[in-house]
């Protein structure tokens, strides 16, 4: 089983750069999708009623804001939208459940301290935390977004040149070692040690040639899924969005 989650910067931009024509070549079994940032009829018709997929917008209130999906090749046996009341309005969180394994796209906030929604972004960590412990009751747990946070040292070009800014503050940082103590595995480490290996990289010029990137997109496995994961990797080369699409695969449940 193929998965991957993608930051696609806007939907809509995304098909016009090549999304469809990328996921014709792969058929993924299961696409979560971050900042989509539209509604479900103002994307084309070749998507939305596409056969091979069952699709699960989750859009923002607020047009051109935020948004997740899930296009899967099964249909889901149990969907979640959202967190909770105060989460909901952004369309941060889907939950697809599959026999027992629950995959969850979620995108959280940018939040700096600069404007205001610092607090608001660790909250939707805390809560995400909560949701992911409480899934693991019950089945195996899947994570797959973009948490807008370079954990280590190792997931950023330049550490000491960011250690103040939005994105690797400490206690964003913090918030992530928690998902770790709490016994999820974030895969991509997993599998891979040294640094390096980004998944945002900054529209400035040359800044993805010279691969000064940030890794924010990430995948967290439950204990007990981890037996079951094949492989977990980045797709550097494409140029769709300002993320890359990261993938896992995993044998059949």
């Given at each position: 089983?193929?998965l991957?989650?993608?930051?696609?910067?806007?939907?809509r931009?995304?098909i016009?750069?090549?999304?469809?024509?990328?996921?014709?070549?792969?058929?993924p079994?299961?696409?979560?999708?971050?900042?989509?940032r539209?509604?479900?009829?103002?994307?084309?018709?070749?998507?939305?009623?596409?056969?091979?997929y069952?699709?699960?917008?989750?859009?923002?209130?607020?047009?051109?804001y935020?948004?997740?999906?899930?296009?899967?090749?099964?249909?889901?046996?149990?969907?979640?939208f959202?967190l909770?009341?105060?989460?909901?309005?952004?369309?941060?969180?889907?939950?697809?459940?599959?026999?027992?394994?629950?995959?969850?796209?979620?995108?959280?906030?940018?939040?700096?301290?600069?404007?205001?929604?610092f607090?608001?972004?660790?909250?939707y960590?805390?809560?995400?935390?909560?949701?992911?412990?409480d899934?693991?009751k019950?089945?195996?747990?899947?994570?797959?977004?973009?948490?807008?946070?370079?954990h280590?040292?190792?997931?950023?070009?330049?550490?000491?040149g960011?250690?103040?800014?939005?994105?690797?503050m400490?206690?964003?940082?913090q918030?992530?070692?928690q998902?770790?103590?709490?016994?999820?595995?974030?895969?991509?480490?997993?599998?891979?040690?040294e640094?390096?290996h980004?998944?945002w990289?900054?529209y400035?010029?040359?800044?993805?040639?010279?691969?000064?990137?940030?890794?924010?997109d990430?995948?967290?496995?439950?204990?007990?899924l981890?037996?079951?994961?094949i492989?977990?990797?980045?797709?550097p080369?494409?140029?769709?969005?300002?993320?890359?699409?990261?993938?896992?695969?995993?044998?059949?449940?």
């Amino acid at each position: 089983m193929e998965l991957y989650s993608w930051n696609v910067n806007g939907l809509r931009a995304a098909i016009r750069k090549g999304f469809l024509y990328w996921l014709d070549s792969e058929l993924p079994d299961i696409v979560c999708l971050q900042e989509i940032r539209a509604f479900s009829n103002q994307l084309p018709k070749r998507l939305v009623e596409d056969n091979r997929y069952f699709c699960n917008f989750f859009s923002a209130e607020r047009p051109g804001y935020s948004g997740t999906a899930i296009l899967s090749r099964v249909e889901p046996d149990e969907l979640i939208f959202g967190l909770d009341e105060q989460y909901g309005s952004e369309g941060r969180t889907i939950v697809a459940r599959f026999g027992s394994l629950s995959v969850i796209t979620g995108y959280v906030p940018c939040g700096s301290i600069y404007d205001g929604r610092f607090e608001y972004k660790l909250k939707y960590k805390e809560k995400l935390l909560e949701l992911m412990k409480d899934l693991a009751k019950t089945s195996k747990v899947l994570f797959m977004g973009d948490l807008n946070t370079a954990h280590t040292s190792l997931d950023l070009h330049d550490p000491k040149g960011n250690r103040n800014s939005p994105g690797f503050m400490v206690e964003e940082r913090q918030a992530l070692d928690q998902f770790v103590k709490s016994g999820f595995v974030d895969l991509f480490r997993h599998f891979q040690s040294e640094g390096g290996h980004y998944t945002w990289w900054s529209y400035r010029k040359g800044a993805k040639e010279r691969n000064q990137g940030w890794r924010i997109d990430y995948c967290f496995s439950s204990h007990d899924l981890l037996s079951h994961v094949i492989s977990c990797f980045h797709v550097p080369k494409l140029n769709i969005s300002d993320h890359c699409p990261v993938g896992v695969v995993i044998n059949p449940i």
